[in-house]
């Protein structure tokens, strides 16, 4: 059974950080490739930032320069750093990777983390 579980979400100000973890369960995590997105009130789901299994990383133009992706192999984690962090960045954030599963390839979220950035 594939599990993602979201953690370090939470209240900050502009202009603080928080760091995101994603821990991964019942997938190949070393080859798996791993994204961030995140849903707004009233908005559609999208991507922030995503990362191969090689370790190339690829950002929303809205977090360029302040986000970074990265992933612990070791730990089958995937990392989310935010810094200088919006009030437009509030959102629930989700961890979704399309797997391999022992089953195969798969569409799979974790269950959301909420970020809520005050101004």
């Known amino acids: 059974q594939v599990q993602l579980v979201e953690s370090g979400g939470g209240l900050v100000q502009a202009g603080g950080s928080l760091r995101l973890s994603c821990a991964a369960s019942g997938i190949i995590f070393s080859i798996a490739a791993m994204d961030w997105y995140r849903q707004a009130p009233g908005k559609q789901r999208e991507l922030v930032a995503a990362?191969?299994?090689?370790?190339?990383?690829n950002y929303a133009d809205s977090v360029k320069g302040r986000f970074t992706i990265s992933r612990d192999n070791a730990k089958n984690t995937v990392y989310l750093q935010m810094n200088s962090l919006k009030p437009e960045d509030t959102a629930v954030y989700y961890c979704?990777?399309?797997?391999?599963?022992?089953?195969?390839?798969?569409?799979?979220w974790g269950q959301g983390t909420q970020v809520t950035v005050s101004s």
């Open positions: 979704h990777t399309k797997g391999p599963a022992a089953t195969g390839w798969g569409i799979y």
């Open positions: 990362i191969t299994r090689g370790g190339s990383t």
